[in-house]
């Protein structure tokens, strides 16, 4: 079993992560409560959901509700749903819900944790890669039709309870998605990770592998939010990559490139800027084969700059309309950086026409 | 200029209380901004929105919104117009939202400012009597259809500019919703307060008279929220009639009974309680006689018991399917009970007949 403990500017929380300890969510849980919601999807219901329901089968009020898959429901709607559920059930301030599934689940249920009769406790049961970051931290939030992840609170979980065993059930996409959070994590702050994962192949990662490469990054993702909780400083470097990653996913709507694949492209691009604005020379060429080694989507179907442009402006990380992008000044040295639209525009162009031009 | 400070977990914020203040509102800002969106009602923005604009004249990315009058408003789809407005503004994290109205505004855009982009600052000036009691301790949230406040989250504003000026515009109802609020603090704190009240009359207040009840009701709620932000403990006593409060506001419908309306019948419902279960003598004929006097609507239509019953169950502040109410052992002296379904319900059969049979 390993355990990390969080600190945050009110509580403490722990990370458990084990194999097959979903079995034993009981056990985890920091406390006795009035009534417990677990929200999952579809798919994860299909896998999980009676293993952990048979785990509290010693505590009494246990609901669940089912919601469906993807990023589409992270919208108002899904999360007004929950809030009706959670009444109907009867939840009260002393309830908890259990975020089951991936980081779709943990950050939705974790707002309606956190706005359920201004707040109540929840735990996360992360059954994704990707939701290694995800669920470490307390950024929860919805998406607004207009961008991701623009609303929301900055909510601790109680505990993350991290199934090492359920990510044998992911697809070769949601892995791709997961693997790309860890390689940030390794670019801005561990070169040994990073060159860990370059000699990686993602077909034949070991259950050892996995569990090691998580721990890492999860380490690395609790130093940054324990010494910066509301992101007012280098919480944000925790953003490398995704100014054009998000922007890229809204741009081709969201779930048809993965979230994590999405990043990959902002952190190539990411790299490109910072080789021209500090003169240095990220291996760029490493990780863009790398990711092709492993079936990344690297070369993007004709867009519309302007508006994947407009789309990287209406980042949450834009102060005074300028955006601010997380840049590399060597691996493990992220810096925040203000981009001029001119500058931008430019390097978008160049980054588009070099990604195109290496398809070939 | 009156001023109050009230300290939080995370912050320290300033209440000014004075006459005419709004037209300095760009003095008591806390900050600069890279941009301020204005939230206000129609008939706010009629009288007050053209003063608060001209004194931010030297501020630059200053926006306004309008949205109806009314609790109506405080709904999931407003929330969501409002942060799609804020989007379209271009707010980012380095902006304000200024609540300027009253409890329905105040609350409804601090939820907004509490969750876009995970949080922004928000400032409220109040200008009824009501939101002397919503606009501090930062309890900000929504109407969910069934029932008052349960989405939201604990959000202190940076600071509430009170122009007791405004207050002159209110309607009798808007008075006496106020005052219903001033009288419940004196019951849960202040005695001399109490008698003070009960002596005046609402249609003569002088402004002087406004200014101290208002200054020594926003001390006591400021004395219970700085002692408990997010309500674990003696914050709840402020609940004081609002069970039944509750109640019978979601019966009659939001609007047509006011708030304080509503939580004058509660209060009274909760000293009868008291009263019983303490076997002492809280003076509600004193109180009875007052709300007449002041044209409060204290005898109920015909209502359906069981459906007010299951509604004071679904309040917030049940707790394992057990109603909470605030009792008074005396004034000032405030406690939390747990009262059972059967008792609520023979107290509440009890409290009809009465309020029938004082009609006549």
Do not use: P
């Given at each position: 079993m390993t355990c990390l403990n969080v600190q945050t500017s009110t509580n403490q929380y722990s990370i458990f992560i084990d194999e097959n300890i979903r079995h034993e969510t009981d056990k985890y849980l920091p406390k006795t409560y009035s009534s417990i919601l677990i929200v999952t999807d579809e798919q994860v219901a299909d896998l999980y959901l009676n293993d952990v329901k048979e785990s509290l089968?010693?505590?009494?009020?246990v609901f669940h509700t089912v919601i469906k898959n993807g990023?589409?429901?992270?919208?108002i709607d899904t999360f007004y749903q929950l809030q009706t559920k959670g009444i109907e059930c009867g939840l009260d301030r002393r309830s908890l819900i259990i975020a089951l599934g991936g980081g779709v689940i943990g950050d939705l249920a974790g707002f309606v944790a956190a706005t359920f009769m201004r707040g109540i406790d929840y735990v996360q049961l992360p059954t994704t890669i990707l939701a290694h970051d995800s669920s470490v931290g307390g950024k929860v939030a919805i998406n607004h039709k207009l961008g991701k992840n623009l609303i929301g609170n900055f909510y601790p979980p109680e505990a993350v309870i991290y199934?090492?065993?359920?990510?044998?059930?992911?697809?070769p996409k949601e892995i791709r998605s997961g693997y790309a959070e860890i390689v940030k994590e390794a670019l801005i702050a561990d070169k040994e990770l990073f060159a860990d994962i370059m000699d990686a192949k993602l077909s034949n990662l070991t259950t050892t592998m996995l569990k090691e490469h998580i721990f890492r990054g999860v380490q690395i993702k609790k130093h940054f939010v324990q010494t910066d909780e509301k992101e007012k400083?280098?919480?944000?470097?925790?953003?490398?990559?995704?100014t054009l990653g998000h922007a890229l996913e809204a741009e081709y709507g969201?779930?048809?490139?993965?979230h994590g694949e999405a990043v990959a492209i902002g952190m190539l691009f990411a790299m490109e800027v910072s080789n021209d604005i500090y003169s240095i020379n990220l291996p760029v060429d490493i990780l863009v084969n790398w990711l092709r080694a492993n079936n990344y989507p690297v070369h993007l179907e004709k867009i519309n700059t302007d508006r994947v442009l407009a789309r990287m402006k209406s980042d949450k990380k834009t102060v005074n309309d300028q955006v601010q992008m997380v840049l590399l000044s060597d691996i493990g040295n992220p810096v925040s950086v203000k981009i001029t639209d001119m500058d931008l525009q430019n390097y978008l162009k160049s980054f588009l026409i070099k990604m195109a031009r290496d398809r070939k």
């Open positions: 089968a010693g505590r009494s009020n990023e589409q429901s992270k919208d199934d090492i065993q359920t990510l044998h059930s992911l697809v400083g280098i919480r944000a470097y925790l953003n490398f990559g995704h969201y779930g048809s490139l993965a």
